[in-house]
Structures are given as C-alpha cells and as structure tokens.
C-alpha cells in the first residue's frame, strides 16, 4: 500500500467558486477520441447539494464503482479553487468537475395549473422546504445560509492500468477571520489547502490506495472500525506499524476527551474529523464528536496511548479511561507493534511503577510542574476526582508493598446496534 502525500483533512477543507462546467480536454492526461463523447456520469454520483450529503454519509469523500472514481468535498464560502491535477500513469477522462450549493427556497411556490401526482409532489416539496427557509430564518437569521457549505464533486473514468493521484487545492479567503493569523501574529489574507487521493487500476478493476481506502471518512464507517478494531488498535504501513485511535465524545453534555501518548517517538500521521452531514450548520443537541488518528513511531521501545473521556464532576465510574501499550521493534525494515502491558497508577508511562511516578507527582502538588490532563486522571488513585496528598500517600504503598495491578489492555468496543445514550448532566453542587 502506498501512503501518499496527505495534507488533511476535513476541518479546514475549502471551496469553490460557482458551478463550473468540466475542463477542456487539454486538461487531462489523455484527450478523449473526437468520435467518442465524455461518458456521462452514473445516477449515483451528486448533482446536487442534497445528493452530496447522502453520499458524503453513505460513502465517505470517495467512492468507485462502474468503473468511474468520484470524489467529493464540502467546501466553505469565499473559497477559490485550481483545476484539479491527475498525476500518475494511469490515463483518465475527466467525467465531471462541477460545485453543488444548498439554495434555500425563499418564495412561497405557487398550485401548478396541471395538476397530477407529478406536479403535486414538487408543489408540496418546494412547500416543504419554504416553510423550513422561514422557520429557520426567523430562528437563526440569513447567516446559517451563507454558512452552508458548497460541494466539489469531480469523476474521472480510467483508461488504462497504473496509478493515479487525484489533487485538489482550494484557498480559501479568511480575511474578515480575526482568528485567522500566521506564527508571527500577521492577519491572513488566504488559506490554501492540498488534498491528495490515491488510486490504482489493472485490467477491469480499481481501487483506492491512500489512507482513505482502509480508514473511515463517514459515520458509519467509523462506528463499523471501531466495533471491529477498538478504541485503539495497529495497522499494519508500508514501512512502520500505525497506531490507530478512534476518539469520540459528546460536548453538549458537557463530557471532556483528552488523549496522549507517553514512551517512544511517535509522529502524527493524520487526524480527520468525522461528522454526519447537514445542508445547514445548524447547532443540535446532542452532537456528537467523533475523529480518527493515526501515528507512526519512529524509534524502537515501548509507547503507550492514554484515552479519557467524561464528566469532571461525577464519579470515576461515569468516566472512561482507556490505555493501550505497545512494544516497538524493528522487523527488517519495518517497525512493528506488539501488545504490552499497562500498569495502574503509572504516571510517566513507561510500564513500571517506581519513584519516578512518585517525583512526578510530589512535583505536581508543589506546583513545581504540571501534570497532563490524561496524568491527572491516572493519579487519582482512591478516584475521588481530586490528586491530593491522599493519592501520593497511595501510589506510596503501593510501591512500597509491590503491589503492581495490571489493567485491562483490551480495547473499548461498542455494538452499532445498540449506540450509547448520554443524558444531559446536571451541574454539580457547590456548597458555600
């Protein structure tokens, strides 16, 4: 498999100008035969704002089937875009290149004068969808609809065996973002971002060949990897083991996430956000959070990745606390990860319990140094949901008399049949 250039991902992804029509023939890698038009593309590729949501759920950003491969990415407003760039051996036409916009119904459509099954049914669609524009409208005003995204949906049929890169760049204007500055606090005036998809062909078949081919990029794909793999689970690179984490929370709830990794050098690969699409940025209650990443180490020992996710002011038991060791060696010339064990109470990660967690502790009550947010929680002991000197007198003992508890290493899995329900917590009380 082929990791290519991934410059990623859905949180700052871009868009487009008004609906274009395709490309000339001279930009693509092959011109298609004067005799043979540009085939048309399958009923199931978008042609609409409504159709790319679906898709965009049920597919991810990608999708390949009658032997076209269609890509689609929600783009942001004031979002230029160049022409997209087909690299590789394998000879493509490009099928379609156009951006879909959500256009809210904003006058009240009026009986057809025929009127049949046909003509009723998209009189009281477009009636529908009026009364949704002014139900809106006067909920959250004329802003949720300039905020919708718009949707870049290019189709490229292959004409021959080999390898294809498809790449698109947006740049997105972020002037009015006061938000929006350069390292050096200089306000910027653009934002431009590469997105690279991969793909190969032999005779009859093709397939994706980039991370987006084995990791989830919708929602429902994610829930199917992390019921099969876990919160935090190994697959296997082209030249190291990746370490991969499935994070979810629930912010309306007022439910935290925090993640870390302690042990061996590990780069970041990739961190996507998953999300069920809307036409409209509309705030629901209830929304989840849902991401995946993906690391790599870069040197042999022992790493281990530490996922909390819960409510500071209820008890241990509301809270989840997932660790996950490994062993990193190297295998010819690969690095492989191989399941270690974890240790309770083992602040600094390195799979022992010693004086070193009692140093990082004592330093962290004297306020000399700070734990991490995922240390923290793994410091409270008598899980009370404070570290105090109770904690340091525990971990102490436990040292002390050699009383060394491994923890469950397994990953969390959940049934997509049976998806958890988070109510909403009351705020804790605070006594005078």
Same mark, same amino acid.
């Given at each position: ?5 991934? &410059? ?53 950003? &990608? ?9 689609? @990415? ?13 690299? +590789?051996?394998?000879? &493509?036409?490009?099928? #379609? ?32 969808? $009026?009364? =949704? ?35 698109? %760049? ?14 050096? +606090? ?7 971002? %590469? ?15 980039? $991370? ?80 995946? =990443?993906?690391?790599?180490? %870069? ?12 409510? @500071? ?18 295998? +010819? ?10 240790? =309770? ?5 390195? +799979? ?14 004297? &306020?000399? =140094? ?5 240390? $923290? ?35 969390? #899995? ?19």
């Amino acid at each position: 498999m082929k990791c290519k250039k991934l &410059t990623v991902l859905f949180l700052s992804l871009l868009t487009v100008c008004a609906a274009s029509p395709m490309f000339p023939a001279s930009a693509l890698d092959v011109a298609p035969p004067a005799s043979d038009p540009i085939p048309v593309a399958p009923g199931w590729v978008p042609q609409t704002a409504e159709d790319a949501v679906m898709f965009l759920n049920q597919y991810g950003n &990608t999708h390949v089937a009658d032997g076209m491969i269609c890509v689609v @990415l929600p783009i942001p407003q004031k979002t230029e875009c160049e022409s997209p760039q087909f690299n +590789g051996s394998m000879k &493509t036409w490009l099928v #379609q290149d156009k951006c879909c916009k959500y256009t809210p119904v904003t006058e009240e459509p009026a009986l057809p004068e025929v009127q049949n099954d046909e003509t009723m049914k998209e009189y009281w669609k477009k009636q529908r969808a $009026y009364e =949704e524009y002014k139900q809106i409208l006067e909920v959250y005003g004329d802003w949720y609809f300039k905020a919708a995204d718009m949707y870049r949906v290019v189709v490229v049929m292959p004409e021959s065996v080999g390898d294809l890169d498809i790449v698109l %760049t947006h740049e997105v204007d972020v002037s009015d973002d006061p938000t929006a500055k350069d390292p050096s +606090g200089e306000q910027l005036v653009s934002r431009k971002t %590469t997105v690279t998809y991969s793909f190969a062909s032999d005779a009859g078949h093709v397939w994706e060949t980039d $991370y987006f081919a084995w990791l989830p990029d919708c929602y429902t794909e994610y829930r199917t990897y992390q019921n099969e793999h876990g919160t935090v689970s190994v697959h296997q690179g082209e030249k190291a083991d990746q370490i991969v984490l499935c994070l979810e929370s629930n912010g309306s709830t007022g439910q935290r996430l925090f993640s870390g990794q302690a042990g061996v050098s590990c780069k970041g690969l990739m961190h996507s956000i998953i999300k069920e699409q809307e036409l409209l940025p509309i705030p629901k209650a209830g929304g989840g959070f849902y991401a995946i =990443e993906v690391y790599e180490p %870069t040197t042999e020992g022992r790493v281990e990745f530490n996922i909390f996710s819960g409510w @500071l002011w209820r008890s241990a038991e509301a809270n989840r606390l997932v660790r996950k060791a490994y062993t990193v060696q190297k295998d +010819g010339t690969r690095l492989v990860a191989d399941e270690a064990s974890s240790v =309770e109470c083992d602040l600094n990660g390195d +799979g022992l319990l010693t004086a070193a967690d009692v140093i990082l502790l004592e330093k962290h009550l004297t &306020t000399e =140094e700070k734990l991490s947010d995922v240390q $923290y929680f793994i410091a409270d002991i008598n899980g009370d949901m404070n570290v105090n000197a109770l904690d340091l007198t525990l971990l102490k003992r436990r040292i002390l008399t050699n009383d060394i508890r491994y923890i469950n290493t397994e990953p969390v #899995q959940f049934d997509p049949d049976e998806p958890i329900v988070i109510d909403d917590p009351k705020p804790p009380v605070v006594s005078e």
